[in-house]
C-alpha cells in the first residue's frame, strides 16, 4: 500500500521569502504522478503543481517548484517570494497509474505567510 | 462549467439520522471519489468509483454507501448517523489517460452530528 508523510505539521514564513514544504511517499510502483494542493481557508482544494514520476525534471508553476528526488522518494514545494494569499494548508497527494487510480493524501502542513 | 459540485455545505444531523450527500460532475470524468477531512488526518478515501454503475471500497467506508448509476452522480450515503461521522466530506472526480491527471474537487460538506 502507498503511504505519504507530510513531516511539518506547521510552518510560517516573512513575506517574500522562500520557504519548502517536504513530503516522502512510500510505494512500490515505478509510475506515477504526485501532487501538491492547497486548501485556503474558503476550503476549496486547488492543484498547485503536478509532476510525472517518469519525468526527471523538476515541475515549476510561477513561484511554485518541486524537488523530485525518485530515488529517495521525496517530493518537497518550494515557494518562492511568499505572498500573504499564499497562507493556506499544502497536501501532498500520490497517485498509481496502476489499478485504480486512487489519489493517496499526506496529513498535510499548515502554512502561514506573515507581513 | 460547474465542475463539481456538492449538495448541501453544511448540515447538522442528530445521532442517528441517515442523510444523503449529493455530488455531481459535468466534466464527464470516469472516476470520481469521496474523502472525509478530519483535523490533522489528512483526507481519508472513503469509496470510490471507476465508472458508472462500479463502485469499491476505500480507507473507511465503515457507516457509509454509495452508488454510481450515471457518469454524472456519486452520492455518499449515511445510515445511523454517529459523533464519529462528523467530518468535512469532499468529492472529487477525475479522468486519468487524458491531459489532466489531476482530481478536481467540490467545495466540500461540514457535517456535524450531536
Known amino acids: 500500500a502507498q503511504t505519504v508523510t507530510q513531516s511539518q505539521p506547521e510552518m510560517s514564513v516573512q513575506e517574500a521569502e522562500t520557504v519548502t514544504l517536504s513530503c516522502t511517499y512510500d510505494t512500490s510502483e515505478s509510475n506515477y504522478y504526485l501532487f501538491w494542493y492547497k486548501q485556503p481557508p474558503s476550503r476549496q482544494m486547488i492543484l498547485v503543481i503536478r509532476q510525472e514520476a517518469y519525468k526527471q525534471q523538476n515541475a515549476t508553476e510561477n513561484r511554485f517548484s518541486v524537488n523530485f528526488q525518485k530515488a529517495a522518494k521525496s517530493f518537497s514545494l518550494k515557494i518562492s517570494d511568499s505572498q500573504l494569499g499564499d497562507t493556506a494548508m499544502y497536501f501532498c497527494?500520490?497517485?498509481?497509474?496502476?489499478?485504480?487510480?486512487?489519489?493517496?493524501f499526506g496529513t498535510g502542513t499548515r502554512l502561514k505567510v506573515l507581513a | 462549467n460547474a465542475g463539481v459540485t456538492q449538495t448541501p455545505k453544511f448540515r447538522i444531523l442528530k445521532i442517528g439520522q441517515s442523510m444523503t450527500l449529493q455530488c455531481t460532475q459535468d466534466?464527464?470524468?470516469?472516476?470520481m471519489y469521496w474523502y472525509r477531512q478530519d483535523p490533522g488526518m489528512g483526507l481519508k478515501l472513503i469509496y470510490y468509483?471507476?465508472?458508472?454503475?462500479?463502485?469499491d471500497k476505500g480507507e473507511v467506508p465503515n457507516g457509509y454507501n454509495v452508488s454510481r448509476s450515471t457518469t454524472e452522480d456519486f452520492p455518499l450515503r449515511l445510515e445511523l448517523a454517529a459523533p464519529s461521522q462528523t467530518s468535512v466530506y469532499f468529492c472529487a472526480s477525475s479522468d486519468y489517460g487524458t491531459v489532466n491527471t489531476e482530481a478536481f474537487f467540490g467545495q466540500g460538506t461540514r457535517l456535524t452530528v450531536v
Open positions: 497527494a500520490f497517485m498509481a497509474t496502476s489499478g485504480t487510480y486512487k489519489y493517496i
Open positions: 468509483s471507476v465508472g458508472a454503475g462500479i463502485t
Open positions: 466534466m464527464n470524468h470516469n472516476y
